[in-house]
């Protein structure tokens, strides 16, 4: 894995939260974008060389949603960027980890991610994401 690529944080309130997060960071987020599939709506802002993604559920099923229900607003989960998310994936999956879907999927901002479940990672949801070309 590269970097830190984005920090997934559970909102309730997009328009709301993009206001409070450009506040704190002194610039407004660069871009929304709806995933469908995933029942999600989301922004992204820049802070220096990793993003923050705000997450808020267009459905009732939206795991969003269905997050924070159970454990309301706030860190949802952590991005890595990795160069071939086939080869990590095959890799973590021979470590023991449980990974969420069997091949990468189309996510927000260009990329093809994939889960880890938060109960191979001490809690944590985390995703890998690599850049499309
Ligand atoms: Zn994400």
Known sequence: MK???????????????NKLFASLFGK???????????GVKTSFFDVGPNKIELLEATTADSPIAKFIEKKGEGVHHIAFAVDNIET??????????????????????????????????????????????
């Open 3 to 17: 970097k830190i690529e984005h920090i997934g944080i559970a909102v309730k309130d997009l328009e709301k939260s």
């Open 88 to 133: 990590e994936m095959k890799r973590l999956k021979e470590e023991g980890f449980i990974l969420l879907n069997d091949q990468a999927k189309l996510g927000a901002d260009n990329k093809l991610v994939a889960f880890l479940h938060p109960k191979s990672c001490n809690g944590v949801l985390i995703e890998l994401c690599q850049e499309r070309d």
């Open 28 to 38: 407004p987020h660069y871009k929304t974008e709806e995933v469908k599939s995933e």
